[in-house]
């Protein structure tokens, strides 16, 4: 699926609302940004846009103040982190809509920047208000969203708001969409899922819906544990849901139908605690003491998961191998990430705390890529039109 950029249309001169993903975590006492990520991620588009005179207006939306003014919650500190970034300012608007705002917008000369206050101050942003949304389009000639962090959600600025302006992808959207798009609909062969993290419950739908897509399934995780045990397996006190070993047992059945090789864990690192002294050991998963739990996949585990992914095109990793938070239970994490970061095909890293452990490690530039958004990146992998995908012109 391809969307169309920022490239394929005429920005010359022109006003551009620009959505953006600024939902970055601020420091409790100062209320400075911690981490920049998200903002650096969207200079990229933003210089295009200067390079061709546009008057930019940015908007984003900041925590949950639900529909109401929350102090704490204002772009301000935002607004200044960005300016630093691009080396220029970046004035904060006092709201996102009504008179003083398009006044304000009105004065925006060619290659400068503004940015909108925190869209969620009003109800009617997550209500995906009409109105408000051609407020919002009032502002601009042309909407451009890079904010694939919240394309999941059918708000006015991620999608209500591309019925009265044209809509275009920025380059971070746009990286997004086509290189899982195509991982997911005309992958190099081999295609490979890695699918760990804590539950099955949360990734239900993107096992199946990549089950029917690969050849290779690797379960890692807290979430292989439930697969374990459909297997038979004792897993001692390990981290179960017991309302999914028949889902499980069922998703092993339809891979070995379909053909599909499927990798589960054959040892474990286990610890008499969830805590960073606990005592651990390695084991055979098929002896785990009782009282102990399932923390982390083991070093024959690696390196059977890193020889089958070795021979893949394409890999596709969402959910990490172990309680990696706890350094002792993080080896299996680090040493996959590090064997997937070297496999030479397309490889694609998503989810929250996949892509944390990715990042801490500095591998971010090693992979094909490293999708910035949570819960969009699995309801993309899920298989789900995403509603602000969706609202752009397509290809
Ligand atoms: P992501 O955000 O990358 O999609 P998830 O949210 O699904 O990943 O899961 C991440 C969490 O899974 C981590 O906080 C990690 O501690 C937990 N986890 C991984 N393996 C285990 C395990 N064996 N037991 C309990 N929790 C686990
Ligand atoms: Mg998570």
Redesign the pocket.
Known sequence: MRVNTVKDIDIRDKRVLMRVDYNVPLDRDTGAVTDDTRLRATIPTIRYLQEQGAKIILCSHLGRPDGMVVDRLRLGPIAERLSDLLGQPVKQLPDCIGARVAQAVRAVGASEIVLLENLRFHPEEEANDPEFARELASLADIYVNDAFGTAHRAHASTAGVAAYLPAVAGFLMDKEVSVMGTALERPNRPFAAVI????IS??IAVLDNLMSKVEVLVI???M??TFLKAQGYDIGS??VEEDQVEYAKELLHKAWEKGVKRLLPMDVVIADK?DKDANVRTVPVNDIPSGW????IGPDTVEEFASQLRSCLTIIW????????IPAFANGSIELATVISEISGVTIV??????ALVTEMGLEDKFTHVSTG?GAS?EFLEGKELPGVAALMKK
Do not use: H, Q, R, Y
Request: proline share 3%.
């Open positions: 760990g993290g804590a539950k949360s990734k890692g995780g807290g292989a544990n390990s981290l969830i739990s399932i923390v982390d969402n959910g990490p191998m172990g309680i990696f938070e998503g989810g929250g705390e996949t892509v949570g699995l």
